[in-house]
């Protein structure tokens, strides 16, 4: 009778280590989703969800594939693409952002447009784990679907061998070519990339819908504008942000939001727009002067309109 109580008060004791483990476990991943997800979002090209942080893709010709951004660095990305194909692959970075090229340490290589290498190298490990606390406290969509925790955001240091891109370069990948486009504004290295083969631009952070640029206003247009002119060679805009924070849907950006972003930015320069000062949604102890326009709502630095040295010249 003993020998079986003692069994029974083990049991219990590691039923009760079980749950508080459990229960620790449920605090520390408060979403049920554990790893990146994965979406087709044509043939041969998939949209992978790092956690609503950012958006990654990986577009497969059948020579070689191209990978769009690395993401933040919570999961082993490298892992994910070599499950996706096992053709060689070129990484290539929209622009230097934490929350797209803070996985570049994970490759032996990256290409970028250099005017952003100096960000893209120095990101440390505690502003990786930082952007993944603000992402998860936002209340956008649903809500605590994404179980991450800042110990699985890589640590290694290693950098990889940083190669230019070139506006306008090509990467071709057989039977499909993708071609890269200088838009600087967002960052001063933001590049998109077009591939005719789908219809789809990638277009990083270059024409989201809340867009900021600190670069003069006309040199951001001038760029946004040639984007627009390269319809209809696409049909559809991929972001860096197409799943963003809780929300977990997967819906490409309305063309009609670059327009807006356009008008926006031309009305600064006509010195008719309609501004505000708002909340930045990532620091909402910071605020932003904005344009407002249909869907858009773009920032920029009233003191820096007009790029030196240029006519002044609404495109």
Request: glycine residues 8%.
């Amino acid at each position: 009778m003993k020998q079986k109580t003692i069994t029974i008060s083990l049991l219990m004791l590691l039923v009760s280590v079980f749950s508080f483990a459990q229960r620790q476990n449920t605090q520390e991943r408060p979403g049920p989703i554990t790893r990146p997800m994965i979406v087709e979002i044509a043939k041969n090209t998939y949209f992978i969800n790092e956690f609503g942080m950012n958006a990654m893709y990986v577009l497969v010709g059948d020579k070689s594939a191209l990978v769009i951004d690395t993401g933040t660095g919570f999961c082993d990305f490298k892992g994910i693409i070599e499950k996706l194909t096992d053709l060689p692959y070129k990484v290539v970075l929209t622009h230097g952002h934490p929350d797209h090229a803070g996985g570049i340490n994970q490759f032996e290589t990256v290409y970028m447009n250099l005017a952003d290498t100096a960000m893209a190298t120095h990101i440390p490990y505690e502003q990786k784990a930082e952007y993944g606390d603000i992402m998860r406290r936002m209340s956008i969509g649903y809500k605590d679907v994404w179980g991450y925790i800042k110990e699985d955001v890589i640590t290694s240091t290693e950098l990889p061998e940083i190669k230019p891109i070139e506006d306008e370069q090509v990467f071709d990948l057989g039977n499909r070519k993708v071609t890269a486009y200088y838009a600087p504004g967002h960052s001063p290295g933001c590049t998109a990339f077009l591939d005719p083969t789908t219809k789809i631009l990638f277009s990083g952070d270059a024409a989201n819908g809340n867009v900021g640029t600190r670069l003069p206003v006309s040199q951001t247009l001038r760029y946004l504008v040639r984007l627009k002119e390269l319809q209809p060679a696409y049909d559809r805009m991929f972001t860096g942000h197409i799943s963003y924070a809780g929300t977990i849907d997967v819906y490409s950006q309305k063309l009609e939001v670059l327009d807006d972003i356009i008008e926006a930015f031309r009305s600064i320069l006509r010195g008719d727009a309609e501004v505000k000062e708002v909340q930045n949604h990532l620091f909402p102890e910071m605020k932003n002067t904005v344009a407002v326009y249909g869907q858009a709502s773009v920032g920029f630095d009233p003191g820096n309109l007009w790029e030196e040295g240029k006519e002044h010249k609404i495109y």
